[in-house]
């Protein structure tokens, strides 16, 4: 069972990263309206207020993508460098690996033993693995931004809407609301469109590999018959991390969208429509009953990306580490 998991420890991730480079190539038409509209918004004029906005969710956003950037290189030298110090981050065995070990373990079809076969397949395999680590955290990084993007337009129509039923020119003003809405609509239907495949894989990936993470991080703790290296401990913790770390920004930055959209629901119930002329608040209607449904970020158009799915992840997840525990005892 060690054996499996030390094998699917790099086997899924590389699965997923191919998964992620078919889903991008595929819906690059989606993508591209999304870059444009993101580019639209910052050189709309907007008072000072709203760009402050949009700076701080740009300014968490790169703060999201260094500290996932750093994930990845803890787990690049994990594979890469420390076992070129006698430092493995696997269980060797004499099925696969021979006097020289290598990163990822397979069968060869030459002696890898020898030089410069040796050196040529540790190259190869890591840029394979370095290109593999840029691929996965970039894509969820673009993700990242395009969420905290909206979330934060969505804070700056919220502050529109406040003065909306105070606003002189009416018609006009709530037009403009209407339009604006629409087109945050359309930029979340984009986000969901070109990323809801990808998410359900993902979310599937998560339960799996948590799940075989916490057997093996249990496992290589507890085994008491054979020495068990510092840095196999590390890498499978910082494995944990960084899947733990990855979902939960998922499933946050959907969580805040949805508040985002309730508090603009809120905000037009707040407004002063009984200020407003018969005919001005019959008008609020149609844009009252739209934001009453936010829109949502899902895994496959099925699972609502939300605190309550992360939680619910980690309850099965744990049910099944504890399963694999008592099957193995």
């Known amino acids: ?53 949009m700076v701080k969710r740009a300014r968490t956003a790169r703060l999201i993508v260094i500290c996932g950037y750093v994930l990845m290189t803890f787990s690049f030298t994990g594979v890469i460098v420390l076992p070129c110090f006698d430092l493995p981050f696997r269980r060797l065995t004499n099925l696969t690996d021979r006097d020289r070990p290598l990163p990822l373990q397979t ?15 540790f190259l190869i395999q890591a840029a394979t693995i370095f290109f593999a680590a840029i691929t996965y955290t970039s894509v969820d990084a673009f993700l990242g931004l395009a969420i905290l993007h909206i979330c934060g337009q969505l804070e700056n129509f919220r502050r529109r809407l406040s003065s909306l039923a105070s606003r002189k020119d009416f018609d ?8 604006a809405h629409l087109r945050l609509i359309r930029f979340a239907d984009k986000i969901e469109d070109a990323f809801a495949l990808m998410m359900l894989g993902l979310v599937f990936y998560f339960a799996i590999v948590f799940c075989l993470y916490g057997f093996l991080l249990l496992s290589v703790i507890t085994d008491a018959e054979n020495d068990v290296s510092l840095s196999r401990v590390s890498y499978v913790m910082v ?9 939960f920004l998922y499933c946050g930055a959907g969580e805040i969208i949805a ?36 829109f949502r970020i899902t895994a496959g158009k099925i699972i609502p990306l939300t605190m309550t799915t992360f939680c619910s992840l980690l309850k099965t997840s744990a049910g099944y580490i504890s399963f694999l525990l008592a099957k193995r005892d």
């Open 1 to 53: 069972m060690i054996l499996v998991i030390d094998n699917l420890q790099i086997t899924l991730p590389l699965m997923v990263v191919s998964l992620k480079l078919v889903i991008i190539r595929w819906k690059r038409t989606a993508l591209l309206p999304i870059v444009k509209m993101m580019a639209e918004d910052w050189m709309a004029p907007k008072v000072d207020a709203e760009r402050d906005v």
């Open 107 to 121: 069968y060869y079809f030459y002696d890898t033993d020898k030089s410069p076969q040796f050196e040529l397949t």
């Open 172 to 179: 006009c003003a709530l037009r403009n609301s209407v339009i």
């Open 239 to 247: 494995g944990v991390v960084t899947l733990l770390v990855h979902t």
């Open 259 to 294: 508040e985002q959209c309730e508090a603009i629901y809120r905000a037009l119930c707040d407004l002063d429509w009984y200020k407003l002329e018969s005919r001005e608040a019959r008008s609020l209607t149609l844009l009252i009953i739209r934001a009453s449904e936010p």
